[in-house]
């Protein structure tokens, strides 16, 4: 199994910055990719952002400019700076984990509300 923990979110102005962080411990080694989704209220949980464990990063049109997501093998963490933030992107942001036994593991979810 895949523990993620995620941290880092909050209230902010628009236009400004949050970083959203993403520990993983336990079966890490199972570890495929990691991805930040999204999900707001009445809406269905969308896709942010991506990388995989060989360094490849994917966004979804609404994060490409502004957000960038990284990690940090030493520190098995997974990392989303958001810039330029919008109230749009208000949600409750979610780690994911793909692991090469066919599951996924989720966090639990982290606030993020940007006021205009």
């Known amino acids: 199994q895949v523990q993620l923990v995620e941290s880092g979110g909050g209230l902010v102005q628009a236009g400004g910055s949050l970083k959203l962080s993403c520990a993983a411990s336990?079966?890490?080694?199972?570890?495929?990719?990691m991805g930040w989704y999204r999900q707001a209220p009445g809406k269905q949980r969308e896709l942010v952002a991506t990388i995989t464990s060989s360094g490849r990063i994917g966004y979804a049109d609404s994060a490409k400019g502004r957000f960038t997501i990284s990690r940090d093998n030493a520190k098995n963490t997974v990392y989303l700076q958001m810039n330029t933030l919008k109230p749009e992107d208000t949600a409750v942001y979610y780690c994911?984990?793909?692991?090469?036994?066919?599951?996924?593991?989720w966090g639990q979810g982290t606030q993020v509300t940007v006021s205009s």
């Open positions: 336990g079966n890490i080694f199972s570890i495929n990719g």
């Open positions: 994911n984990a793909a692991t090469s036994t066919g599951w996924n593991y």
